[in-house]
């Protein structure tokens, strides 16, 4: 899984596999019980034309883990900085943007390029 994501960006190498793993919480302590609820990532080049949308997998739905599962097919793309977003949709409907998490910035999704091509 060759991939790092901070606060405002996510960076993978062209080509390869990812996952965005996220923990939600109420606060700092108290995990969200993620039932019903929806997690969502854009990509979209700089001019705005989408790359591709992901749907979050819940993988533990009491404790607020979800991951976002980038595969090549997702990341075979020109080496380049990219626009990204993630929202989670809550069971009532409410959506927030959890990623990136500075609210003036735009999240960048940097491909770096590949040396060894399968």
């Known amino acids: 899984m060759a991939g790092q994501m901070t606060r405002n960006k996510i960076v993978v190498r062209k080509g390869d596999s990812f996952d965005v793993v996220m923990q939600f919480r109420h606060g700092e302590l108290q995990p969200m019980d993620l ?3 929806l ?3 854009s990509v979209r080049r700089q001019n705005g ?3 591709f949308t992901k749907i979050g ?5 009491l ?11 997702d990341t075979d793309i020109d080496p380049g900085v990219y ?15 959890v990623f990136p998490q500075e609210i003036n910035q735009v999240g ?3 491909v770096t390029e590949e040396v060894t091509e399968a």
Do not use: W, Y
Not at 57 to 61: A, D, Q, R, T
């Open 57 to 61: 997998e819940i993988i533990e739905v």
């Open 35 to 37: 039932s019903q609820c």
């Open 63 to 73: 404790s607020g883990k979800v991951r976002l599962k980038l595969l090549p097919k």
């Open 83 to 97: 626009k990204t977003d993630i929202q989670l949709t809550l069971k009532n409907g409410d959506v927030h943007t």
């Open 108 to 110: 960048a999704f940097i």
């Open 49 to 51: 034309e989408l790359l």
């Open 39 to 41: 997690l969502t990532m």
